[in-house]
């Protein structure tokens, strides 16, 4: 079975600040992991994904996700958070070998507080 | 513009009343998906759709009804809903969901109010 989780309901942080929000995932072979953003009263937006090669992925608005196999982990990070980087943001998985939809995280608000 | 189109944007209706989200794409995907984000929430899905056919329906009570009448459009149909389905309905699209490297491209959503 695939599972995601993301262990932070609300993250803040200081404009210009650096950003981490987190996610864990289980499944039975290998994973495929995407980030995507919700702004208010919008659906969810593509951010980056991991597929294969380097663990680093680099994605849209200056964000970036280490995939990490030994912990099952897929943290999204931004060095220098911005106030319109507030938004709800969600890791999803997908079971390259076993599953056939993506299953998503509870989400995680961030605020970036000016 | 993702390229997913959803409408109406926001829908208040009341118990007794039919009505129908529409959901279009003009990406060339091959499947389609509803996706039920309540408050406080995880996203549930709801139903999927591959080359037009229903491939997974996740207990989904029959007051919900899906109908994809081709690759591109999506609807759910509503009738006798009751006030705990108010939520955002997402629609989203996919390449051949058999190759896992394609993500979703969701719609803006359907504000759903039921009084």
């Known amino acids: 079975a695939q599972s995601v989780a993301q262990p932070e309901d609300q993250v803040n942080v200081a404009e210009g600040n650096p950003l981490t929000v987190k996610c864990t995932y289980s499944v039975s072979g290998n994973p495929y992991l995407f980030w995507y953003v919700q702004y208010p009263n919008r659906g969810l937006q593509f951010l980056l994904k991991?597929?294969?090669?380097?663990?680093l992925v680099k994605g849209s608005y200056g964000f970036e996700a280490e995939f990490n196999k030994s912990q099952t982990s897929f943290h999204l990070k931004k060095p220098s958070a911005l106030v319109s980087d507030s938004a709800l943001y969600f890791c999803?998985?997908?079971?390259?070998?076993?599953?056939?939809?993506?299953?998503f995280g509870p989400g995680t608000r961030l605020s970036v507080l000016p | 513009e993702t390229g997913v189109t959803q409408t109406p944007r926001h829908l208040v209706m009341g118990m007794t009343n039919k009505k129908s989200l529409k959901c279009e794409q003009h990406l060339g995907h091959n499947a389609m998906y509803w996706y039920k984000q309540s408050a406080k929430k995880p996203l549930e899905l709801m139903f999927v759709?591959?080359?037009?056919?229903?491939?997974e329906n996740n207990s989904v009570p029959s007051r919900f009804s899906p109908e994809c009448p081709n690759s591109s459009h999506l609807f759910l149909h509503l009738h006798t809903l009751q006030p705990e389905d108010s939520a955002l309905y997402l629609c989203?699209?996919?390449?051949?969901?058999?190759?896992?490297?394609?993500?979703?491209?969701f719609g803006s959503g359907t504000r759903l109010t039921v009084v």
């Open positions: 759709y591959n080359f037009k056919e229903q491939t």
């Open positions: 999803a998985v997908r079971d390259l070998d076993y599953g056939q939809n993506f299953v």
């Open positions: 991991y597929i294969t090669g380097d663990n």
């Open positions: 989203a699209s996919s390449q051949d969901p058999g190759q896992g490297g394609y993500g979703y491209t």
